[in-house]
């Protein structure tokens, strides 16, 4: 298994364009986490899915985020318009339900999001 | 509100040094804790707690949980250079039918100098 597939490895954008961070989970895995990472505020949770289905979303910052899984095998994370405070790394991760579930996320190798 | 602190934020050894990283929590409906280690890119997993006083091993690294007290040590012997890392605490929480969130701690970094 290839893992956790996230892509791009890093953008740079300039601020008020739309940036799109893209994930693609471990096959057969029915949870997927969106998460920011910045070293004034570790790791946060910005949403997660079940099952393609949007389950808590209160981690978002705001209405410029958004998040979509059309299917298990895909999801985006979305913001638009960026401001220069988006600035973090963005990671993905999935796991598997289930009473065998005991390994925590694996993780995406994250992707790098510069706003300027 | 759901917490998870560590402790140190930061730690600078030579090779050789032992050392112990803190991590306390509270978080409700606990279900497990983890310790990850991220270097320059994805938390890697090092282990999983789910009961007290029973401790996990790997090689040089070792971690145990004390679920009356909320807290967790994760242990380093004869450290290494390549032990330099950003090690994670994450508390699993039963918020889902099945399987678990996890609420991260800042992470402790850790520097080995040679």
């Known amino acids: 298994d290839a893992g956790v597939i996230q892509s791009p490895r890093h953008e740079v954008t300039e601020m008020g364009q739309e940036v799109t961070l893209r994930c693609k989970p471990i096959?057969?895995?029915?949870?997927l986490f969106w998460y920011r990472q910045t070293m004034m505020r570790g790791l946060e949770l910005l949403i997660y899915f079940n099952n393609n289905v949007p389950i808590d979303d209160s981690g978002m910052p705001e209405d410029r985020f958004s998040a979509k899984m059309p299917n298990a095998s895909f999801s985006t994370l979305k913001i638009q318009p960026s401001e220069p405070r988006d600035s973090a790394v963005y990671f993905c991760a999935s796991s598997a339900s289930g009473q065998g579930a005991n390994y925590g996320y694996t993780f995406g190798s994250g992707t790098r999001l510069t706003v300027v | 509100e759901d917490k998870v602190v560590q402790s140190p934020l930061s730690l600078v050894v030579h090779e050789g040094d032992t050392v112990t990283l803190n991590c306390s929590y509270e978080v409700t409906n606990f279900r497990s804790l983890l310790w990850y280690k991220q270097e320059k890119k994805a938390p890697t997993f090092l282990f999983m707690l789910t009961s007290s006083g029973i401790e996990k091993k790997s090689g040089r690294l070792s971690s145990i949980l004390d679920k009356k007290e909320l807290f967790s040590i994760l242990n380093i012997t004869a450290t290494q250079t390549g032990d330099s890392a950003i090690y994670l605490c994450a508390v699993g929480q039963r918020r889902m039918a099945y399987g678990q969130n996890f609420v991260f701690g800042p992470g402790t970094r850790l520097s080995v100098l040679p």
């Open positions: 096959s057969g895995h029915d949870y």
